[in-house]
């Protein structure tokens, strides 16, 4: 079939048409045809379903965010993959979405905007690396200045999130110089707030929030940025400025749970004002008597305690603390900040150590382990967990021994007593159990005894021992669902052993579960079991003798006890506690109660410098310096009587700086490796006179002693092997300093 000329062209010229046409509008085209093109495809069909799925994801994830308003909220709301799993769809399609534009349409003056996009996507996924990478490029190769802007802040995000906080600091000053739009200044304030206060800087980012106010409209998300800087400020110590902010969020469209927590902290900062007291007590009473409230009591009495605490009403205080627990003995988010609060009370303020040591145990078994109070409580319960040992040995030592001086008609008169005390006790604990289990409230459910104190509570309703049971178990067993015979890796073995009686043969157990059924048959004569209660009561009695020391050996156990707990005890109150005047009680009990006390140097060394501590006349460097010129403890008041403690106090005022007794330590053993003996010798031992009360002391000690070895010879090195074993009785590296002993005897014998 043959065309003719004139359609051939026709066809060719047709073609060359549809080319052209292609080409105008093709992705790598400059022309206006092809850019007015994949504008509006990228923007109508990728774009903007992109921004429509990140607006719902933000919307959801504001909506439903867990506020813990026991802390300082975080700025920005925390990345968390768990709150982001229902809107994953969402994610996933506003990535695929604003991919489209990158692939497709790159002419488009929509392509940063779509890369912003996908880098925050990646940022709410939690990829940092990768949403790191995508604002990187979009600063490198983006063309329009506020996207490149936009990017920049969001790096800046990403940075925080990851806590790199330098770069997001450089990233934060370049953005400092550059013109800003009112979006992206408001955005960048909200972002470097949120990394100030990442870095534990609250004033500053508080500061920076109250720049962003202006770019802000009344709102719930307003209203929860003023509570924040309400916060910042308050745990700056700005009460004026942070109560400004309180009143703002009542100012500013809150939520419900905005406004209550608003009017709490104004009510908690309040001073001592008469009519504010009374209007603030009118107040509490109308929060509490509200039915809207009624979750929230907990929080409200806890908030009363504190306010009280402020004013230095401690008594009173407790009193709300502890109703606080009665009323949210469920809220286990709650509950352990405040036993935390009265732990802190009795540790501060009242300075009831036992008491303390309980409320943090208390505060610890419920509380998380990545909670930011967890390690400072963790720290201080572990020295009253020694406090507390210290005291219970000494308290019944002493009590002990003054049992073995007494005649022993009234000795046998005090331990029927005792026997008595504690039968009561048993008595009145028992009674309690069957009050709990029995008791029931207007809706006939348990009651939860939480109108006790934790320790007396029965196990089932105390909160901590439940907790702990748990957790014990989990750590055995793992998490197992509640069934019978649940141990038992083949169930069916438990119905063959079952008993006679058991319902798993198809018996009533009644007569073995209900008390008021007989166990035995009618008329079989049979009687309960005759309890020899004298002869328990004899038994128990003579377990009190037997604890008494009145045999010279016991006696001696009895006083090596009491002689160490009295050291350690002062030493504790010295560093441990900051007691002063009870460590100068405590060393001074010990030293009258055993004046030849091998702690004798060490007790003079800690009395002086508690005395300085106190501002008190110290005539214990006198004797220490009269009575023991050689020990390392004189050594340490010579060489420290000028000098001053690492962290700019002087020797006595306060605690040993551990970190630079740490670190002079390191550069010692540095200095040591070197070779340099005589020189290392010098250094260590005005070490020594700085950090004489550090927990590194020993090592310095034993440092010293390699040195004098080497340095001064045999002899001195004998001599300060029994210096060390006087000086530091307690010490780990003590059988370490033994071995050294003998092997310096041996050597001393060869050489006879």
Same mark, same amino acid.
């Given at each position: ?31 206006? /045809? ?13 774009? /903007? ?5 990140? +607006? ?6 504001? !909506? ?85 802007? =936009? ?65 802000? !409209? ?15 400020? =308050? ?23 905005? *406004? ?25 009473? *109308? ?18 305690? !504190? ?30 900040? @405040? ?15 036992? !008491? ?94 939480? +109108? ?23 750590? /055995? ?35 073995? @579960? ?13 009687? #309960?079991?005759?309890?020899? @209660? ?66 004798? #140097? ?95 002391? +020993? ?54």
């Amino acid at each position: 079939m043959h065309h003719s000329r004139p359609t051939y062209i026709a066809s060719l010229g047709l073609i060359a048409g549809l080319a052209g046409a292609f080409w105008s509008c093709s992705q790598h085209s400059n022309g206006s /045809v092809s850019k007015g093109y994949h504008n509006l495809t990228a923007h109508f069909n990728a774009y /903007v379903m992109a921004r429509d799925d990140i +607006d719902e994801v933000e919307r959801y994830l504001f !909506k439903n965010r867990q506020e813990n308003y026991n802390e300082t909220l975080p700025i920005l709301l925390p990345l968390d993959s768990n709150a982001t799993q229902p809107v994953r769809p969402q994610l996933d399609d506003a990535i695929k979405k604003a991919s489209l534009v990158a692939e497709r349409h790159q002419n488009s003056k929509w392509v940063d905007n779509a890369y912003v996009l996908i880098g925050k996507t990646r940022l709410y996924r939690q990829d940092l690396p990768n949403a790191i990478e995508v604002f990187k490029y979009v600063n490198t190769k983006g063309t329009d200045e506020d996207d490149k802007h =936009e990017a920049l802040i969001l790096l800046m995000r990403a940075y925080t999130e990851s806590g790199d906080f330098p770069n997001g600091l450089t990233v934060a000053e370049y953005l400092r110089a550059q013109p800003l739009n009112k979006e992206n200044t408001r955005d960048f304030y909200l972002t470097k707030a949120y990394l100030h206060q990442r870095k534990g800087e609250a004033l500053v980012a508080a500061g920076i929030l109250d720049a962003t106010f202006p770019f802000l !409209k009344k709102s719930e998300a307003t209203a929860r940025l003023h509570l924040i800087a309400g916060q910042l400020y =308050e745990s700056a110590g700005k009460a004026a400025q942070a109560n400004e902010h309180f009143q703002q969020v009542l100012r500013t469209r809150p939520n419900y749970d905005q *406004e209550f927590f608003a009017n709490i902290y104004l009510m908690q900062a309040d001073g001592n004002d008469p009519k504010q007291l009374a209007r603030n007590a009118e107040r509490f009473e *109308e929060m509490l008597n509200d039915r809207k409230n009624s979750d929230l009591k907990d929080k409200i009495y806890f908030t009363m305690g !504190k306010a009280d605490a402020r004013r230095g009403n401690y008594d009173r205080a407790l009193v709300n603390f502890n109703k606080a627990i009665q009323t949210g003995i469920s809220n286990t988010a709650q509950v352990p900040l @405040t036993y935390a609060e009265m732990g802190n009370l009795y540790f501060e303020k009242k300075r009831n150590y036992g !008491k303390a040591q309980a409320y943090y145990d208390s505060s610890l078994a419920l509380l998380p382990q990545n909670h930011a109070m967890y390690t400072t409580l963790a720290n201080r319960k572990k020295s009253l967990d020694e406090f507390v040992n210290n005291q219970t040995t000494i308290d019944r030592e002493d009590s002990l021994q003054r049992m073995a001086q007494m005649n022993p008609a009234a000795l046998d008169q005090l331990l029927d007593k005792l026997i008595d005390q504690r039968e009561k006790e048993d008595a009145a604990q028992a009674e309690l159990a069957k009050q709990v289990t029995g008791r029931t409230n207007l809706s006939g459910a348990q009651a939860t005894n939480s +109108d006790l104190a934790p320790n007396d509570r029965w196990v089932l309703y105390n909160p901590v021992q439940m907790a702990q049971g748990k957790q014990e178990f989990m750590q /055995v067993w793992g998490n197992r669902p509640l069934a019978d015979d649940w141990r038992r890796q083949n169930k069916d073995a438990s119905q063959a052993i079952a008993s006679e009686t058991s319902a798993l043969n198809g018996n009533n157990p009644a007569n073995a @579960t209900n008390p008021a059924t007989p166990l035995a048959a009618a008329g079989a004569g049979t009687r #309960p079991p005759v309890v020899n @209660t004298l002869n328990q009561r004899k038994a128990k009695k003579d377990d009190l003798y037997r604890q008494i020391p009145f045999s010279a050996d016991a006696l001696q156990k009895s006083n090596d006890l009491l002689e160490s707990a009295l050291y350690r005890q002062g030493k504790l109150y010295k560093f441990q506690l900051d007691q002063p005047l009870l460590a100068m009680a405590t060393l001074d009990r010990l030293l009258v109660r055993y004046p030849n006390s091998s702690y004798r #140097p060490e007790a003079y060394y800690l009395m002086h410098l508690a005395a300085e501590q106190a501002g008190k006349p110290s005539p214990w460097r006198d004797k220490l310096l009269t009575e023991f010129p050689t020990s390392s403890y004189a050594r340490l008041l010579s060489a420290a009587s000028n000098s001053a403690l690492a962290n700019g106090t002087e020797t006595g005022k306060g605690g040993v700086n551990e970190i630079a007794a740490n670190q002079t330590y390191a550069k010692l053993y540095e200095l040591y490796q070197s070779g340099n003996s005589t020189e290392t010798l010098a250094r260590v031992e005005a070490a020594l006179g700085t950090f004489g009360g550090s927990k590194i002391a +020993d090592k310095m000690a034993l440092l010293r002693i390699i040195l004098i070895g080497r340095v001064q010879g045999v002899d001195a090195y004998r001599q300060a092997l029994g210096e060390f074993v006087r000086d530091y009785p307690l010490s780990p590296l003590l059988s370490h300093i033994k071995e050294r002993q003998a092997a310096a005897e041996q050597l001393t014998a060869k050489r006879k």
